[in-house]
């Protein structure tokens, strides 16, 4: 979703699928040397930090849960959540919705965010206020936000999909084929182990 915030390639499609050849107004942006900001640095966040770091991106990141020495030793510079806000190019969401993390990024913050910089949420729906969103995409304040997940859903027709400067998708942050091979897979290696074992991994309530 950077790539295509980035590159505004979904325009360019739907323009090009209506006939029309727009390369002057759809002027993009490179990442390389942009310095992409990680809110949550678990599994998911600390390969999306990998994937930009060969794109030659500058990572930051903010994890609470994280010390500052885990993260430096995945080559992400930490910094706190206001550091995060007024550095970062682009910040990628990868944090789990708790109480502390809904609305996370509402007018406040979005506002202390880079003029330009651009929101990417692939997260849980609710991180993100939309409203709030949509008033700092529509200002020019924020220079492009991409949501895969949202308050609810299906969400219907919300005001953040008339601006041109957002993009989003249906929840298909897991939805490949291969990552659903892999689901299935942990599935029955887990019920093997805890069958002959006793033990399993990643037990919610035990």
């Given at each position: ?113 880079k003029k ?27 220079g492009g ?59 919610v309530n035990?």
């Open positions: 979703m950077i790539l295509s915030l980035s590159r505004n390639i979904p325009r360019a499609t739907a323009t090009m699928k209506d006939g029309k050849w727009e390369k002057k107004n759809l002027k993009g942006h490179e990442i390389y040397q942009k310095t992409l900001g990680l809110v949550g640095i678990g599994n998911i966040g600390s390969l999306v930090a990998e994937r930009a770091m060969g794109l030659k991106m500058k990572v930051i990141g903010f994890d609470p849960y994280q010390s500052p020495e885990s993260i430096e030793k995945m080559g992400i510079r930490p910094v706190n959540f206001d550091e995060i806000l007024a550095e970062s190019d682009y910040i990628s969401i990868h944090t789990p919705k708790t109480a502390e993390t809904t609305n996370l990024f509402n007018k406040e913050t979005l506002y202390k965010m330009g910089a651009m929101l990417i949420n692939c997260a849980r729906g609710g991180i993100v206020n939309e409203d709030d969103l949509h008033e700092a995409l529509e200002s020019n304040h924020l936000g991409a949501l895969d997940v949202f308050v609810t859903e299906p969400p219907g027709k919300i005001c953040l999909m008339d601006l041109d400067n957002f993009i989003c998708t249906s929840h298909l942050g897991a939805s490949t084929y291969e990552a659903q091979d892999n689901v299935a897979r942990d599935v029955a290696n887990q019920i093997v182990e805890y069958l002959g074992t006793g033990k399993a991994e990643n037990i035990q």
